[in-house]
């Protein structure tokens, strides 16, 4: 492999094998996954997409009996390895969830949480995060006169883009996304989706995704699993164009799965 | 692989959109053989008929994209199911061009009109007979997504176009002998060139077929 092809990868994933307890939950996963890329991972229920998102800054360690092997290099290191700063690797790993779930805190405070808890303390550098990413989720004119009232109070959609603003705000590599719009209305859905093609400038993205047209829109690759393997991999225009293994196809045209 | 059949109403919707091509194309096929007779036999009426019948296969053309659109904007299709509503489209519009091709050689009959021949067709008819089998072929391959059909029908294209070169010049040839009958002699050096054109959409047909079936472009006419 060529170092130009490494230079390109934010991720690389060798041979990752999870367990929960007995259950082999990922098996052999070998992924890639390029800067500045936004990849979609698609597949029907219990296929392992949410826990190999999970993996990727390390959340999956939150779950009881959890075991892994293999390798899973960020940046150079091996997340699974080597002495790591979870902190660290969480504020370069953001992640955003199927609902928007603000702190029940202002909207101002909900943006510059992790910028605090890593020692920002003057307020106009908060000001400054606070403003700009808010300005990158394209919230800042819905919120600006009203900073300081609560989160809670935003629309689902709002909320939504507030979470992605609060983890913009520590200025993060990775952008994890796990089924950012489900619980959003269309127009909502469209805003987000908008906003990942304006972020992916910035940013590397990893969406899971229930919506194929979703991933289709959005996603530069696009990986599909099914019962804990990675059955493909490959650009989103092949995947939903003439996908290499029928079992891929049989899920996108939605005839299993 | 057996699916469950969680998109039963969408694949009959496909299978109608088929029909519905295959309809279109029989007429079309139709249409070419009566123009054909219309041309041999100096029947102006039956020329008539196919210039005027080629608005039903214009509108059946208009309705298989109304359902591949609304099937598009509807079911959201992606890989093979979004092949088939594309090569639906290409092939409906192939095929209208067939239908096109049997009103020019009508035309062709009626501009001709009842001059006696000056000499009798024979040649025409069955280089006509070779386009015809490539048409059947190729939408037969297209309804039955058959490569080696696709493949067999494109063949036939290289036959047709030396039928082709040697017919015209032929024909080019008897001008000097036949000065009266030169309008007749270029009218029939079109109909050879709307022959020619009949296995070129066959061969394209064929074409979307190789796509249709495998997801890769190949050209079938080299």
Redesign the interface.
């Known amino acids: 492999m060529s170092n130009i092809t490494l230079t390109r990868q934010v991720f690389d994933i060798n041979n990752l094998n999870l367990w929960y307890g007995d259950h082999h939950a990922l098996k052999d996963i070998n992924f890639p996954i390029n800067k500045k890329e936004v990849t979609a991972i698609i597949g029907p229920s219990g296929c392992g997409k949410s826990t190999f998102i999970k993996t990727l800054n390390l959340m999956i360690n939150m779950v009881p009996n959890v075991k892994m092997t293999g390798e899973i290099n960020f940046n150079g290191q091996n997340i699974l390895s080597d002495k790591l700063d979870l902190v660290e690797l969480r504020k370069n790993v953001g992640m955003v969830f199927q609902k928007g779930n603000p702190f029940p805190q202002s909207i101002y405070d909900n943006v510059a949480y992790g910028p605090r808890i890593h020692g920002m303390k003057r307020k106009v550098h908060l000001d400054e995060v606070v403003t700009k990413s808010l300005m990158d989720v394209a919230l800042w004119d819905e919120v600006k006169d009203r900073l300081h009232t609560p989160a809670l109070g935003l629309s689902g959609g709002q909320q939504q883009r507030l979470c992605i603003a609060r983890a913009l705000a520590t200025k993060p590599d990775v952008l994890l996304m796990d089924e950012p719009t489900s619980a959003l209305d269309p127009i909502s859905t469209l805003k987000i989706e908008e906003l990942i093609l304006e972020l992916k400038e910035k940013y590397t993205i990893v969406i899971v995704t229930h919506n194929m047209q979703q991933a289709s829109r959005v996603s530069d690759k696009t990986a599909f699993f099914l019962m804990g393997e990675l059955i493909e991999l490959d650009s989103t225009s092949t995947i939903f164009s003439n996908p290499a293994d029928e079992r891929t196809e049989g899920y996108i045209t939605g005839r299993f799965g | 692989?057996t699916?469950?059949s969680?998109?039963s109403n969408?694949d009959n919707n496909l299978k109608e959109l088929k029909d519905l091509l295959l309809k279109m194309a029989s007429k079309a096929e139709t249409a070419i053989k009566e123009s054909m007779l219309a041309l041999v036999n100096q029947d102006l009426e039956k020329a008539q008929q196919v210039i005027d019948g080629d608005n039903e296969i214009d509108d059946l053309e208009y309705e298989i994209n109304d359902m591949a659109l609304l099937l598009i904007a509807r079911e959201?299709?992606?890989?093979?199911?979004?092949?088939k509503i594309s090569a639906a489209l290409k092939v409906s519009s192939e095929v209208e061009r067939f239908a096109d091709i049997a009103v020019n050689i009508a035309k062709s009959a009626l501009h001709i009109g009842k001059e006696k021949h000056f000499k009798e067709i024979i040649d025409i008819p069955k280089m006509m007979e070779m386009a015809l089998e490539m048409v059947s072929e190729s939408i037969s391959a297209y309804y039955a997504e058959d490569i080696t059909l696709a493949k067999k029908c494109a063949e036939k294209d290289d036959e047709v176009d030396k039928m082709f070169g040697s017919l015209v010049q032929e024909l080019m040839s008897y001008i000097p002998q036949n000065p009266n009958a030169t309008n007749q002699i270029i009218q029939l050096a079109f109909v050879c060139r709307f022959i020619e054109r009949i296995a070129d959409h066959s061969t394209n047909i064929a074409e979307d077929v190789v796509y249709l079936v495998t997801?890769?472009r190949v050209n079938l006419n080299d």
């Not at chain 2, 959201?76 to 092949?83: C, E, G, K, Q």
């Open positions: 692989m699916y469950m969680t998109r969408f959201s299709p992606v890989a093979t199911d979004l092949r997801g890769n």
